[in-house]
Each structure stands twice: as structure tokens, then as C-alpha cells.
């Protein structure tokens, strides 16, 4: 299956075999955005204090996940795509699931006790939990294929990998398009101070962080 905007050249075999055995570079990788911006845990408990505002920077390194699988697909041999494997790898092992966690359980049942009955956005939340469920198989199946490019190993079907690559970043797109426009800003709307700060603290405590007595 080819892509939009793929080079059929980009979906050879030996493309996908021989990334896994390049070595990390930082010289190339030029105007790459630094790839450790994209995998900051928050490890600062006071951050938390303003736990929309860690969703939103969630969001934006997801994006810019996405644009590395973007680039991964286009150009899988370039010199720093060890580096991006890994970075992606780690963000979707890591930080996802943390993320998600922090909706499915915290976020969304909040928003739905506070939201106003007359703002019907019951259907928006099944949908992105909905999303979030096919995330997870498209989560397994690519963090198969980065580890096995990781290790250096040929990958059983390239082709697979693009697909779940450019699958996992268009639907990443959509779903945080419908977060940034519907979900944080009824939270900013609606949650009081205190829902924010009960939010807060469940995530930090996810982390395994305390959170401070008083505002920094
Ligand atoms: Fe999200
Ligand atoms: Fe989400």
C-alpha cells in the first residue's frame, strides 16, 4: 500500500533493514526541533498546579511525535534516525499511556459532571474514548516495529510499518484536534480552581509525585 506523498523507493526492504543499524547523530539533524523536547516527563511537582496546562504541552509533543513518523517514513536511513526511533519508542511507551490515563480517568469523567447539560459533548468523549482504544492497537503493533528497527533487526514487513506509522499520526492529528478545540477549553471553562487542583494532584500522583503544600 502506498501512501500519499511516499516515494514507492521509501518502502523498499532494505530502506527499513538497514535503519535500525545507523548511527545516532546530532550534526544532522540541523533544523530538527532537539528530540529531548518531545520526552520531558514532568518530574517537578509543582508543574501540576496547572494540569491543563501539562495537558496542553502533552499535546504539542504529541504533534511533534508525529512529525517525526512522518519524517521516519519519508526518510527512514537519515543519519539521526536511530535517535527518532528511540525518542518516538520511548514517548510511546513511556508518556502515552501516562497521558491517556490522565483523560480516561481523571479528565473526561470530571469534564462530563461539570460541563452544563445544554453543552452536548457526550458524543465527543465516546468518540476519543473510542480513538483511544484503536490507539492501542496501532500502539502495540508500532512499538513492535520501532523496537525491532531499534535493535537493528530487518523488519518481517516493511510496508506494515508504514502503514501503522502514517495510521498512528493521522489519527494522533485528528483525535488532538478534537482535545484542543473541544475538550481543553471546556476544562478551562468549567473546572473550578479546585477541580483543577484535585486534577492536579491525581496526576502527579500517577507520576508517584507529592504535590507541594502551597503555590510556588
Ligand atoms: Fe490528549
Ligand atoms: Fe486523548
Not at 495537558?55 to 521516519?72: F, I, K
Not at 525518542?87 to 508518556?95: A, G, P, T
Not at 482504544?133 to 531499534?150: G, K, M, P, S
Request: with cysteine; aromatic share 4%; glycine share 4%.
Amino acid at each position: 500500500m502506498t501512501m500519499p506523498g511516499m516515494q514507492s523507493t521509501d518502502m523498499q526492504s532494505t530502506d527499513m533493514q538497514s535503519t535500525g543499524t545507523q548511527s545516532t547523530g546530532t550534526q544532522s539533524m540541523g533544523r530538527r526541533a532537539a528530540p529531548e523536547a518531545f520526552t520531558s516527563s514532568q518530574q517537578d511537582p509543582r508543574t501540576f498546579l496547572a494540569p491543563l496546562d501539562i495537558l496542553e504541552g502533552d499535546h504539542a509533543r504529541q504533534h511533534a511525535v508525529c512529525e517525526l513518523l512522518d519524517q521516519l517514513v519519508r526518510n527512514p536511513r537519515h543519519a539521526a534516525a536511530r535517535r527518532e526511533l528511540e525518542v518516538v519508542r520511548d514517548y510511546l511507551v513511556c508518556e502515552m499511556p501516562l497521558h491517556v490515563a490522565d483523560e480516561e480517568e481523571d479528565l473526561f469523567p470530571l469534564l462530563r459532571r461539570r460541563c452544563p447539560k445544554t453543552d452536548d459533548v457526550g458524543e465527543i468523549f465516546d468518540l476519543l474514548q473510542r480513538e483511544h482504544d484503536i490507539d492501542w492497537t496501532l500502539h502495540r503493533a508500532l512499538v513492535q516495529n520501532l523496537d525491532a528497527l531499534i535493535a537493528g533487526a530487518a523488519l518481517a514487513d516493511p510496508t506494515q510499518f508504514i502503514a501503522n506509522a502514517t495510521a498512528f499520526a493521522e489519527t494522533q492529528r485528528r483525535h488532538l484536534a478534537w482535545e484542543n478545540a473541544v475538550i481543553l477549553p471546556r476544562a478551562r471553562r468549567h473546572l473550578s480552581a479546585e477541580d483543577q487542583a484535585e486534577l492536579g494532584a491525581r496526576m502527579a500522583a500517577r507520576r508517584g509525585l507529592a504535590m507541594p503544600e502551597e503555590p510556588a
